[in-house]
């Protein structure tokens, strides 16, 4: 059980959607700390400084709370990779960007990406399904830009694109675990110059 230093002051009536977010936060370093199995929604309650009727309130069980912070943070990468494609029309650039995406992600506070990328749950259908969901959804935006600015087919331009979110994934993940060795920007210039140099083999409408 986490120390009561380390839990939250109970007694404080919050709103709903206030207090879901609390639970989730709550939830979100239990998870990351511990992973799934070892988790407990005691612990979690305690955390977040409610009774377990509180949390058993707004998510009926520790799976259905998993699935919230998973579809939460699968939808914050992909909005990062989306908002990163249309900041700039300049393609090298926004090769850079997709790739600072991911590596912002990884290095966001609360180690959310664990829960995306470094499940223990992966044999949950529910999960296998969002974690592929994710990486399908960030390939096609990213293919989207490929197949408009190439003569590529559209089959080849998802194979790239499958490819660029692979690297990023491995390497933002990467150089997380090896944290200092290399400053962030310099770590997303270098493997963005890497994908730049074979992307831009192709004949592009725009540079």
Same mark, same amino acid.
């Given at each position: ?27 979100? +370093? ?39 912070? =998973? ?11 989306? +908002?990163?494609?249309? *900041?700039? $029309?300049? %393609? ?25 990328? +470094?499940?223990?749950?992966? %044999? ?19 293919? $989207? ?7 590529? *087919?559209?089959? +080849?331009?998802?194979?790239? *694109? ?13 150089? =997380? *675990? ?30």
């Amino acid at each position: 059980m986490t120390a009561p230093s380390d839990a939250r002051p109970r007694g404080t009536r919050l709103p709903r959607l206030a207090r879901r977010r609390q639970l989730l936060a709550a939830a979100q +370093e239990v998870f990351v700390a511990q992973g799934y199995h070892a988790a407990a929604m005691d612990e979690i309650a305690e955390r977040a400084g409610v009774s377990k009727p509180v949390l058993y309130q707004h998510f009926p069980g520790k799976l259905e709370l998993y699935l919230a912070l =998973l579809e939460q943070h699968s939808e914050a990468l992909v909005d990062k990779q989306r +908002e990163a494609l249309e *900041s700039t $029309d300049d %393609n090298r650039q926004r090769v850079t960007a997709s790739f600072r995406a991911y590596f912002d992600f990884v290095a966001g506070e609360g180690e959310a990406f664990r829960l995306v990328f +470094e499940s223990d749950l992966r %044999n949950v259908a529910a999960v296998r399904e969002k974690t592929e969901q994710t990486l399908q959804r960030c390939a096609e935006l990213i293919s $989207d830009v490929i197949r408009q600015d190439t003569s590529i *087919s559209d089959e +080849e331009a998802h194979l790239l *694109s499958i490819g660029l979110v692979g690297m990023a994934e491995t390497s933002a993940r990467y150089w =997380l *675990s090896n944290f200092g060795t290399i400053p962030q920007e310099a770590a997303e210039q270098l493997i963005a110059r890497l994908a730049w140099r074979g992307i831009s083999g192709w004949d592009l409408t725009r540079s």
